[in-house]
């Protein structure tokens, strides 16, 4: 549950949707539980991997309210990113936590992505109303030895009870505690289903055409289009205008 564990898939992730932040938060040093009491990087307590051990999970709502307060930091930045074009992920208690907390938000996702995770705090966890559609995809060993598959269906059975409406639980023969290749393929398929790059003239700038737009608006296109790298040098208003509709005209031609 730190940044560090995590860099290397999101490197790779990044290469294939430049036009995507990545945000690696690490969790807090704590005691817990199942740790003999000792202090080690976790979201929350752990006292068990059983259904109980798993209703309270002391610190989930703190690792919440930090994961919520990452989100709205980005949606209030300048460029003001929709909660609509951002998306939680993370592996084991990482995607304990981007489950409980995606789905308990004031404002829906893109999506979830859980990797070898489960539903934890489910004495505290309740969707919030319009957010049962979200799209979540829960990755699994079949033969994971710390956090069971048979937990992982257990997780898809109380999703679906409690409101959810696209979960979908995909196994991986043989699999156990770890990240696969081929796993880490279906989870970018996923995202680029989720958070495809958008078109020239969407977002803050509306429809507008690269000739109607402002330099600013201009340079924040760029950006998310994943164009900085060729944008590097570029000083004339009418430079910028000419590379994003390059751009239009060959994401265009696609279709």
């Known amino acids: 549950d730190t940044a560090e564990g995590f860099a290397d898939v999101a490197e790779h992730l990044a290469t294939k949707m430049p036009y995507v932040k990545f945000i690696l938060p690490t969790a807090p040093t704590q005691p817990v539980t199942l740790n003999m009491g000792m202090a080690m990087p976790s ?102 030895p710390m956090v069971l598959y048979q937990m992982a269906k257990k997780t898809e059975e109380m999703m679906k009870e409690k409101g959810g409406t696209d979960y979908t639980l995909k196994p991986y023969v043989g699999m156990e505690h770890t990240i696969i290749p081929d796993e880490i393929q279906d989870s970018l398929g996923f995202l680029r289903d989720i958070l495809p790059p958008l078109k020239v003239g969407e977002g803050e700038c509306g429809n507008k055409e690269p000739s109607e737009m402002t330099v600013k608006e201009l340079k924040s296109a760029i950006q998310r289009a994943g164009l900085g790298n060729k944008a590097v040098g570029l000083m004339e208003k009418e430079e910028y205008v000419k590379l994003l509709q390059h751009h239009q005209n060959h994401q265009n031609s696609k279709y």
């Open 43 to 144: 979201w929350y307590d752990i006292t068990g991997l059983d259904d109980r051990s798993n209703e309270e999970c002391h610190g989930i709502l703190q690792s919440r309210d930090t994961l919520r307060s990452i989100l709205q930091s980005e949606h209030n930045c300048d460029k003001g990113l929709p909660y609509s074009r951002m998306a939680l992920a993370g592996f084991s208690q990482g995607g304990a936590l981007s489950l409980f907390t995606g789905m308990t938000l004031d404002d829906k996702l893109a999506g979830i992505l859980v990797l070898s995770g489960y539903l934890a705090g489910a004495k505290q966890f309740k969707i919030t109303s319009g957010l049962e559609d979200t799209k979540i995809l829960h990755c699994h060993g079949t033969s994971d």
